[in-house]
């Protein structure tokens, strides 16, 4: 059993969809970060968490500590959102659980 | 302020053969974690190193070893090549161990192993 589990797998939209990720993890965390993979590798951190809520423009991040589940929420949706998106946890002794992804397509 | 780099961009080996990566982490941060991605997978945690001294290491054997130098860049090597090393090695650079630091993510090394 993977330590962090990822829903959906993968995700089709059509352009302007409000999107949902969502992440559980089942370890004690000290931080989670949501990353963006692009097709060739380039990674790009879009959040780091350890409690509450964040937003940067479209993207919107949550995180239940008690509940061990986090959430990654897309407005708007644009094609160029297209990408695997990752959860990542930090956990005790500096070492990091990943997610396997949520690749997203948006249609135009 | 440069990014983190990695080289080479890709790398074909042959079992049995060993490989070193590099990694020049961003400027000012002294914190390096090094990630393994096979395809189609999430990246895997190797581990991580803090002002040159190792700072948490994954599941993976003992033939995957590191150092961080002075000017905080880094390496990754690997002895005794096995066919499913092959995969994506990532390193990313922070400004310090803490739990809330931003990562900043390398483009990679491919590494096939034949």
């Known amino acids: 059993k993977n330590e962090v589990e990822q829903s959906p797998q993968n995700l089709t939209a059509q352009e302007g969809e409000f999107i949902t990720i969502n992440c559980s993890y089942s370890v004690g965390i000290s931080a989670l970060h949501w990353l963006q993979q692009h097709p060739g590798g380039g990674i790009v951190s879009l959040f780091m968490?350890?409690?509450g809520k964040k937003k940067h423009g479209r993207l919107i991040a949550t995180i239940n500590i008690q509940e061990k589940h986090s959430s990654l929420h897309i407005t708007a949706s644009h094609p160029r959102d297209s990408a695997v998106y990752i959860c990542?946890?930090?956990?005790?002794?500096?070492?990091?659980?990943f997610g396997t992804g949520t690749s997203l397509t948006v249609i135009p | 302020e440069t990014g983190v780099t990695q080289s080479p961009t890709h790398l074909i080996k042959t079992r049995g053969q060993q490989v070193t990566l590099r990694c020049s982490s961003q400027s000012g941060h002294n914190t390096v974690s090094w990630y393994q991605q096979a395809l189609g997978q999430g990246p895997q945690f190797i581990f991580q190193?803090?002002?040159?001294?190792?700072?948490g290491r994954g599941n993976f054997p003992p033939r995957f070893s590191g150092l961080q130098f002075p000017n905080y860049s880094s390496e990754l090597n690997v002895n005794a090549l096995e066919l499913d090393d092959s995969a994506l090695y990532l390193c990313?650079?922070?400004?310090?161990?803490?739990?809330?630091?931003?990562?900043?993510f390398g483009p990679g090394t491919r590494l096939t192993v034949l």
């Open positions: 990542a946890v930090k956990v005790l002794g500096n070492q990091f659980y």
């Open positions: 190193y803090y002002r040159e001294e190792e700072n």
């Open positions: 968490l350890s409690s």
């Open positions: 990313a650079s922070s400004l310090a161990a803490r739990p809330y630091n931003e990562q900043f």
